[in-house]
């Protein structure tokens, strides 16, 4: 069975600055999707990053990006340039090929951003 | 557009009683999921709907769990018996199909708490 792990329970970072966000994953297949959503205090799952794995370029989307290392199974996100509104739960998701479906999330990363 | 709705946005209920969560999905989408989010813990996935069928109920978590769909639009998740452990944040989600290019949009949850 595929499995998500968020080995960061809880982050900080300092307004303006960078953080990592790590993300690891255990699949026996080739052909899959990897997903970072944000949870806001008001619980609304937002998708903020999607990345192909048959595809080698690592996806970018304004200030996020992701670093993703098919053959380690790893699937990090990096915030630039962090802002307040970024403080919120991060989620990192696996969409398996022949899936009917549903994702399989981690159990996220509490990021705080200070001011 | 309008997004995901959810319905009662908390509901504090006794234990033993039945407890019913409202799901109205972005029009059109045929797809729609049903999630669990347990205090400290990532979303575990319950149910799906394509149009008004379910055709895996293997996730719902006890046969105390139902859920249904109508006129392929909205759908309600039934807690029969309701027991503390029950006690979570239920997330629905809705997407255009059941592709994994296909995002999945999140209502704002229902917090249920059984005293």
């Known amino acids: 069975a595929q499995t998500v792990t968020q080995s960061q329970p809880e982050m900080s970072v300092q307004e303006a600055e960078t953080v990592t966000l790590s993300c690891t994953y255990d699949?026996?297949?080739?052909?899959?999707?990897l997903f970072w959503y944000k949870q806001p205090p008001s619980r609304q799952m937002i998708l903020v990053i999607r990345?192909?794995?048959?595809?080698?370029q690592n996806a970018t989307e304004n200030r996020f990006s992701v670093n993703f290392q098919k053959a380690a199974k790893s699937f990090s996100l990096k915030i630039s340039d962090s802002q307040l509104g970024d403080a919120a739960m991060y989620f990192c998701?696996?969409?398996?090929?022949?899936?009917?479906?549903?994702?399989?999330f981690g159990k996220g990363t509490k990021l705080s951003v200070k001011p | 557009g309008a997004g995901v709705s959810q319905s009662p946005s908390n509901k504090v209920t006794e234990k033993g009683k039945d407890v019913e969560l409202r799901c109205d999905p972005i029009?059109?989408?045929?797809?729609l999921y049903w999630y669990r989010q347990s205090l400290g813990q990532g979303l575990e996935f319950l149910i799906y709907?394509?149009?008004?069928?379910?055709?895996?109920k293997s996730g719902l978590p006890s046969d105390r769990f139902s859920a249904e769909r109508t006129g392929g639009s909205v759908s309600t998740l039934t807690i029969q018996r309701t027991q503390q452990e029950d006690s979570a944040v239920y997330l629905c989600?809705?997407?255009?199909?059941?592709?994994?290019?296909?995002?999945?949009?999140f209502g704002p949850g229902t917090r249920l708490t059984v005293l």
């Open positions: 998701a696996y969409f398996a090929s022949g899936s009917q479906g549903n994702l399989i």
């Open positions: 989600a809705s997407s255009l199909g059941t592709a994994r290019t296909d995002t999945q949009y």
């Open positions: 029009s059109g989408h045929t797809a």
């Open positions: 699949t026996s297949e080739s052909d899959y999707y």
């Open positions: 709907f394509q149009g008004n069928s379910a055709p895996d």
């Open positions: 990345q192909e794995a048959y595809k080698q």
